[in-house]
């Protein structure tokens, strides 16, 4: 049954009107929709730079402001926010009363500045075209790969295949015509350069060790093999850098991942010294031990006061220091301070214990 107001206006008696007004039982929609309040917008497809790719939005401006923010860390962009159905004058609006917040050109945090993980890195992805890749020391960081310590001060690496050419602030922008090169993985939902095309692109960038570090930790967590990297290095031999990293790959012995500054230096003495390489790091009769030459049975740990101060510490060295005497190895503790002030006697003594018994009588 259609239910319908009858509202008469008249001014003379004689000429009469009748206007007739739908009632929302008529209309079968909410109040707000009838009253008209903001604009009706359908659901839309939006392109998002995290792994989804696309992502459909509806409700309220604010609404799909929150939802864009919500996918990508906190930020969205104003393409995105036009493609959404916000015209100007909305956006304008929003960025007065604080919900968007302009923390680069065209691309805006939503609701607040408090930092997030990897925001800046979807603001640099937001400033460039389809397909674009976080890569070099970015995406090595993003890997979890050793990279100066400097690496997260400096601008997001982006690479780009369209042949790029735009400049903006904090994004340093790299350029390829070479398909295989933007591969994508995606690591924290985020597009990166795969584990290989990410050693070969910061190979020119960081220093031999910091490079074989980086090597080794992508080995160690399985993110890649030496065959791979070869390979990678292989079809790209005239790059600068791709040659070192190939024969790093070659030349490989044990993984050499070390968690300290005291380590990196007892390494590089021992390499100094061309002794054999040992194995860094490695479990051993239930204990983590520093270094260890498998062949001689010779292990060296390096006590530092942070690791080793405490009485559970004393308790644990001297656990360890047992089973290691009772595994029929010899063990050797040393300090950062005799490390720097005795190094020749250290691998003097170091390269007695791993010579033959024989010799070392």
Same mark, same amino acid.
């Given at each position: ?11 003379? &008696? ?18 707000? @929709? ?8 359908? =659901? ?23 939802? %864009? ?16 159905? %916000? ?33 800046? @890195? ?30 997260? !001060? ?15 602030t904090g994004v340093r922008e790299h350029r390829t015509r070479q398909p295989h090169r ?8 985020? &597009? ?12 020119? $960038?960081?220093?031999?060790? @910091? ?7 992508? $080995? ?15 079809? =790209? ?25 005291? @380590?990196?230096?007892? %390494? ?13 790091? +490695? ?16 292990? +060296? ?10 009485r559970s510490a004393f308790e644990r060295d001297r656990r360890k220091d047992a089973a ?9 503790? !040393? ?13 003097? =003594?170091?390269?007695?214990? $791993? ?7």
């Amino acid at each position: 049954m259609v239910i319908v107001c009858r509202v008469t206006l008249s001014r003379e &008696p004689s000429r009469a009107t009748t206007t007739e007004i739908p009632t929302r039982t008529q209309l079968h929609r909410e109040p707000r @929709e009838i009253l008209g309040v903001g604009p009706r917008i359908s =659901n839309r497809s939006i392109r998002i730079v995290t792994q989804a790719g696309i992502l459909v939005v509806g409700g309220s401006p604010e609404q799909r402001i929150a939802a %864009l923010g919500t996918a990508q860390r906190g930020r969205t962009a104003r393409w995105q926010l036009l493609a959404a159905g %916000l015209s100007d004058d909305m956006i304008r609006t929003r960025v007065s009363n604080g919900l968007l917040i302009r923390v680069r050109h065209g691309v805006y945090a939503v609701g607040h500045r408090s930092p997030m993980q990897l925001a800046d @890195e979807v603001s640099a992805l937001l400033t460039a075209p389809p397909g674009t890749l976080l890569s070099h020391l970015t995406a090595a960081r993003i890997w979890r790969l050793h990279t100066p310590a400097a690496a997260g !001060l400096l601008p997001v690496d982006i690479l780009v295949d369209d042949g790029g050419g735009r400049h903006v602030t904090g994004v340093r922008e790299h350029r390829t015509r070479q398909p295989h090169r933007m591969a994508r993985v995606f690591v924290d939902d985020l &597009p990166v350069t795969s584990p290989e095309q990410t050693l070969l692109d910061i190979a020119p $960038l960081v220093g031999a060790r @910091e490079l074989e570090r980086a090597l080794d930790e992508a $080995l160690a967590s399985g993110l890649t093999s030496r065959r791979q990297v070869s390979e990678a290095a292989s079809r =790209n031999i005239r790059r600068a850098g791709s040659a070192d990293l190939r024969a790093l790959t070659l030349s490989r012995g044990p993984l050499t991942l070390t968690r300290s500054q005291a @380590e990196e230096r007892f %390494l590089a003495l021992i390499r100094e010294a061309k002794l054999p390489a040992p194995e860094v790091n +490695v479990r051993l009769h239930g204990f983590t031990v520093d270094f260890f030459w498998r062949d001689a049975g010779v292990v +060296v740990e390096l006590d530092g006061y942070q690791w080793h101060s405490s009485r559970s510490a004393f308790e644990r060295d001297r656990r360890k220091d047992a089973a290691m005497r009772t595994a029929g190895l010899r063990l050797t503790r !040393l300090t950062w301070e005799a490390i720097n002030l005795r190094a020749l006697e250290i691998v003097a =003594n170091v390269a007695r214990e $791993l010579a033959p018994r024989a010799q070392r009588r």
